[in-house]
């Protein structure tokens, strides 16, 4: 089981152990919201099964996100973070036009990039999240790729050993750990964005309250690095 022993360990495990079951109360509630047919009426049933399958690949790489980092697999937990990502940004695409949804599902003229560049042009500077996914994403994908071997490096060392596989052994460096600190709390962000754009709006008192939870949990977390 990860925990952390850097400082402040105590609020981060808190942070660590409240979003994990954030990210479990939103998987069940989402398998109830999919199959909802007042919520879903207006789709047909081929891209039913789209979403579904788009909205449980998010929640199931957070899931083998969170398994892999409990066994100290660190790059493998960020292989699965990639993926999760990725779909958060295709699932916000495909809400912003059915034209979006359409063209994936039929394969046709499909970009992802172009569609996010359409949906920034069109969105007023006010209601822009500071926080960027895509750039999020990127910095995942860039380690992943192992295109900075300066910034991979240090946290692979641990006890004089160096780890450049799935499993950094038994004991993470500090700067690992710090790593996976970021790495969290930037997680949840791109989630939350996530839950809100589908889940927010008194659809389920669970999951509304694990959200106020960490939003509380995570505020704090908030105070203490900002």
Request: aromatic share 16%.
């Amino acid at each position: 089981m990860f925990t952390y022993t850097i400082e402040n360990n105590e609020q981060l495990n808190k942070f660590y152990r409240e979003f994990k079951e954030y990210v479990k109360s939103f998987y069940n509630f989402s398998a109830k919201f999919l199959i909802n047919p007042t919520l879903m009426e207006k789709y047909k049933e081929h891209e039913k099964i789209a979403l579904i399958l788009i909205n449980k690949s998010i929640f199931q790489n957070y899931f083998n996100m969170l398994a892999q980092l409990d066994n100290n697999m660190y790059f493998s937990a960020l292989s699965c973070l990639e993926n999760g990502l990725y779909n958060i940004r295709l699932f916000k695409v495909l809400k912003s036009n059915q034209n979006n949804l359409y063209k994936y599902i039929k394969g046709e003229d499909f970009d992802l990039e172009k569609c996010e560049k359409v949906i920034e042009k069109n969105t007023d500077l006010d209601d822009k999240h500071e926080f960027s996914i895509i750039d999020f994403y990127n910095e995942i994908k860039s380690k992943n790729r192992f295109t900075d071997m300066s910034v991979i490096m240090p946290p692979q060392i641990a006890n004089d050993n160096l780890y450049m596989g799935l499993s950094n052994g038994n004991v993470l460096s500090d700067e690992l750990q710090d790593n996976i600190r970021k790495y969290i709390a930037a997680s949840y962000e791109a989630l939350s964005i996530h839950n809100h754009m589908f889940f927010n709006g008194g659809i389920d008192d669970a999951a509304e309250e694990t959200d106020g939870r960490m939003f509380k949990t995570f505020m704090e977390y908030v105070k203490h690095y900002s």
